[in-house]
């Protein structure tokens, strides 16, 4: 309920929609992480070192963004190592 709110109408509806068309298929390469607060929602996709977007991934990222949803990729990078001594 509280991500429903923090999306609002329109942007839930088109999300909906889009599982909709092929459920099986869609349910897949939803973002990794669902942030929300008091008034807005964010969807993060995470990656890391040599990872990339598949195309279900970019479709998702895609359409919640044009339904005027907050996204974003979140690139993450392997520790530097510290030499010994």
Do not use: I
């Amino acid at each position: 309920r509280l991500v429903a709110c923090g999306m609002g109408p329109e942007p839930l509806a088109a999300v909906f929609r889009f599982l909709a068309q092929d459920y099986r298929y869609w349910s897949g390469g939803l973002p990794d992480l669902t942030l929300w607060r008091e008034g807005g929602a964010k969807f993060s996709e995470v990656k890391g070192p040599g990872d990339s977007l598949s195309t279900k991934q970019w479709y998702w990222l895609g359409t919640l963004k044009k339904a005027g949803v907050d996204t974003e990729l979140c690139a993450v990078q392997a520790p530097k190592l510290l030499p010994k001594g």
